[in-house]
């Protein structure tokens, strides 16, 4: 079972770069990576997804180590509407009901 | 553009009364799921359908019943709802069932059972 780890919280200012780390030690070989958003009172929005290296599009880039047991997503120069929770997600290919989201990381963006 | 529809937005129930939550996709997506998030958690999976015909339970199905109507359409049921069901509803789809395969969610629906 491909379980994450990730900080609960982080906060960072406006104009900064944010890296947030999830590690998923379990991550097994057809794995792929996967980042949601969450804004209050809406559903998760997918952001970006990799399986190694690096992959960027126009919201974020994911780092991926060549072991794979972390990733890290990093959001270019936050603005205020960045604040919201972040999920990462390792995928299980053998059952869809194995993919579990966890509590995110919550991150707040000040002024 | 649609997307993943989920109704109603909201409903207040008594405890032991039924009620059905409704989904619909319009991006002709084989998979979709039920997920409860309760407050300051994550999304924890109640049920899934890999494809049209199909079922399978998640991590928490005690209580709860589903349906997949067509390949538009899946339905979660609650028979005989109890405060511990309530929750924020969240309905989602994927071209299938891989984990390369991005979810798509609806804005949910918050059921609170008194």
């Known amino acids: 079972l491909a379980k994450t780890t990730q900080p609960i919280s982080m906060d960072s200012y406006e104009g900064q770069e944010v890296n947030i780390t999830c590690s998923h030690n379990?991550?097994?070989?057809?794995?792929?990576i996967t980042w949601y958003q969450q804004f209050p009172s809406q559903g998760p929005r997918f952001i970006i997804q990799?399986?190694?290296t690096k992959v960027t599009n126009e919201v974020a880039s994911l780092f991926i180590p060549a072991d794979r047991k972390s990733s890290t997503l990093s959001l270019p120069r936050v603005s205020l509407s960045d604040t919201a929770v972040y999920y990462c997600?390792?995928?299980?290919?053998?059952?869809?009901?194995?993919?579990?989201f966890g509590s995110g990381t919550r991150l707040s963006i000040r002024p | 553009n649609a997307g993943v529809t989920q109704t109603p937005k909201f409903q207040v129930l008594k405890t032991g009364q039924s009620m059905t939550l409704q989904c619909a996709q319009d991006?002709?997506?084989?998979?979709m799921y039920w997920y409860r998030q309760d407050p300051g958690m994550g999304l924890r999976l109640i049920y899934y359908?890999?494809?049209?015909?199909?079922?399978d339970k998640g991590e928490v199905p005690n209580g709860y019943n589903v349906s997949r109507l067509n390949k538009r359409e899946f339905s979660l049921r609650l028979e005989s709802a109890a405060p511990s069901q309530t929750s924020v509803y969240f309905c989602?789809?994927?071209?299938?069932?891989?984990?390369?395969?991005?979810?798509?969610f609806g804005d949910g629906t918050r059921l609170s059972i008194l």
């Open positions: 989602a789809s994927s071209v299938r069932t891989a984990s390369d395969q991005p979810q798509h």
């Open positions: 379990n991550i097994a070989t057809n794995d792929y």
């Open positions: 990799g399986y190694k």
């Open positions: 997600l390792v995928g299980d290919d053998s059952s869809a009901s194995k993919i579990i």
């Open positions: 991006m002709n997506h084989n998979s």
């Open positions: 359908s890999a494809s049209e015909g199909t079922t």
